[in-house]
């Protein structure tokens, strides 16, 4: 199973790189075994207001957000999601935002991790991916 960070969706809906969003829509499209995770969702909906200055909407996140929930099941996290993150957060010096990420990702059994984040940090038994390297 793979998952998509933040980045990725946010990508596929800016227009100011077009080769940035092309690898970004690609990625999405051809991710039949990717899910959402609930972090990624609620940040994705934040996040989009950087792209304000194209016209992108409050609305159209949240019929874009949608759109990703028609083609991936939504991963939701459990309470221990929150005992991983706070390892991986205080012991390994993770930020915040990443430490939940990546507990999720552990928790529903994600083994690739889609994002331009978090290369060279390693985590047994997830891969992480960035595909605009």
């Not at 609620?42 to 409050?58: D, H, N, V, W």
Request: some cysteine.
């Amino acid at each position: 199973m793979i998952a998509l960070d933040t980045n990725i969706l946010v990508y596929s809906c800016d227009k100011r790189d077009p080769e940035r969003r092309s690898r970004a829509l690609r990625l999405i499209h051809n991710s039949a075994e990717g899910v959402p995770l609930w972090q990624v969702a609620c940040e994705f909906i934040a996040a989009s207001r950087k792209l304000a200055g194209q016209g992108f909407t409050p609305l159209d996140a949240w019929e874009q957000l949608a759109d990703f929930l028609v083609l991936f099941p939504l991963v939701l996290p459990s309470k221990l999601v929150l005992s991983q993150a706070r390892e991986l957060h205080v012991e390994s010096g993770w930020s915040f935002w990443d430490a939940m990420v990546v507990a999720a990702c552990l928790e529903a059994g994600v083994t690739r991790l889609y994002t331009e984040d978090l290369p060279g940090r390693p985590v047994p038994g997830l891969e992480i991916v960035n595909p605009f390297m």
